[in-house]
């Protein structure tokens, strides 16, 4: 069973960076077929993708995000990574990892519990 | 805003049927079939019910259905049921990112 478990601070000050890793359990990071995402929703609103990296290092990000965002991979420790700089309010939001079909996924097959972060002074 | 438009909430009864649409445009809905729909129970991380328009994952009763028409998918619930009471999100592939509807509350009156 593959198991995804968001980790980081709850609470992130304006301007600064929000990072989050996603330790992934129950199966390896490689695969040709699935890459591994951040999906994040703001509260009482939708769904918003945020990007994604494949095991290999390749990275894909949402064009409105693209100068905000890092994502990045460590085989080593089964993890990837997620890091959002000079957050504002707008930032705050469930932060979901995932594992979706392809290198682009609109197919999202297994998500993380996600995790609340708040932007706030 | 969301990139693509979903009515903000449907209502139905126990045992009608209920149809969720879902617009885009001919640079996601309508130019690829990878459209997806996920449930989200209060709560809860979405869970795919629909992929690739009208496929199931194993374990999704059958009472879950999907089409596309141009540029609008449409997630088509049957029989409805008390425990289908959730939001249900549409997803699009849209080139060089994915995109997501709004999501709609479904009610079960």
């Known amino acids: 069973q593959l198991l995804l478990q968001e980790s980081g601070p709850g609470l992130v000050r304006p301007s600064e960076t929000l990072s989050l890793s996603c330790t992934v359990s129950?199966?390896?990071?490689?695969?040709?077929?699935?890459?591994w995402g951040w999906i994040r929703q703001p509260p009482g609103k939708g769904l918003e993708w945020i990007g994604s990296v494949s095991y290999t290092g390749s990275t894909y990000y949402n064009p409105s995000l693209k100068s905000q965002v890092t994502i990045s991979i460590d085989m080593s420790k089964n993890q990837f990574s997620l890091r959002l700089h000079s957050v504002t309010a707008a930032d705050t939001a469930i932060y979901y990892c995932s594992k979706g079909h392809g290198a682009i996924a609109a197919r999202v097959d297994y998500w993380g519990q996600g995790t609340l972060v708040t932007v706030s002074s | 805003q969301s990139a693509l438009t979903q009515p903000r909430s449907v209502s139905g009864s126990p045992g009608q049927s209920v149809a969720i649409s879902c617009t885009g445009t001919?640079?996601?809905?309508?130019?690829?079939?990878?459209v997806s729909w996920y449930q989200q129970l209060p709560g809860k991380a979405p869970k795919l019910i629909l992929y690739?328009?009208?496929r199931r994952p194993s374990g999704v009763p059958d009472r879950f259905s999907g089409s596309k028409s141009a540029n609008t998918a449409s997630l088509t619930i049957s029989g409805l049921q008390a425990e289908d009471e959730a939001d249900y999100h549409c997803c699009s592939y849209a080139g060089d990112y994915v995109a997501f509807g709004g999501g709609t509350k479904l009610t079960v009156l």
């Open positions: 129950g199966g390896s990071l490689i695969s040709d077929d699935y890459s």
């Open positions: 001919s640079s996601d809905v309508g130019a690829y079939n990878w």
């Open positions: 690739d328009v009208s």
